[in-house]
């Protein structure tokens, strides 16, 4: 069994940061690329970053110098620090990681619960 649980929404004000982080627990013998992914209501749930096992990350443009995405392989532990928040940044986070299981060769997707983040104007 694979745990994925997020921590860190909240309500903020525009300008405001909140840090957003993700736990993989269970059992695991590969954690490879995670991401952060943001649904807004009536909205598809879009990619916001992403980070490799080995570091490299990738922003969408609405968030590129605002937020910041990092992981910690020792925790299997994925954060989202973010800044300057903006009331458009308004949306369910939900955690994502590409998981492989002792004994498997293949890596499956894990998604977490979600996590409210909400900004006011």
């Known amino acids: 069994q694979v745990n994925v649980v997020e921590a860190g929404g909240g309500l903020v004000q525009a300008g405001g940061s909140l840090r957003l982080s993700c736990a993989v627990s269970?059992?695991?013998?590969?954690?490879?690329?995670m991401a952060w992914y943001r649904q807004a209501p009536g909205k598809q749930r879009d990619l916001v970053a992403g980070i490799t096992s080995g570091g490299r990350t990738n922003y969408v443009d609405s968030v590129k110098g605002r937020f910041t995405i990092s992981r910690d392989n020792a925790k299997n532990t994925v954060y989202l620090q973010m800044n300057s928040l903006k009331p458009d940044d308004t949306a369910v986070y939900y955690c994502?990681?590409?998981?492989?299981?002792?004994?498997?060769?293949?890596?499956?997707?894990?998604w977490g619960q979600g996590t409210q983040v909400t900004v006011s104007s």
């Open positions: 269970g059992s695991i013998a590969s954690l490879n690329d």
């Open positions: 994502y990681a590409l998981i492989v299981r002792p004994g498997s060769r293949f890596e499956y997707a894990y």
